[in-house]
């Protein structure tokens, strides 16, 4: 379930730095969905019970943070009495 971003990436260092894993939280209005990818070398090297505990894991680290991130604009809206 590797996908892109079209974000952006933090300053480089003087280390060379490669995403291996990222999370995107996506609101549509009052829509919001949580996407996570992987980088596609270190998804083929997984085995298949490693895929599967990945998967379970990072469906349950979207659901937390798609569902806290929802909460907050929520609570921004309600505050400021329009969108956020």
Known sequence: MAQS????????TDSQETEILFVV??????????????HPNLKEELKPEEWKELTEVMGKVTTLVGGRFSQVLNKAEEESGGTA
């Open 5 to 12: 971003s079209s974000g952006t990436t933090p300053a480089a």
């Open 25 to 38: 939280i996506q609101r549509d209005g009052k829509q919001v969905s949580a996407k996570w990818g992987l």
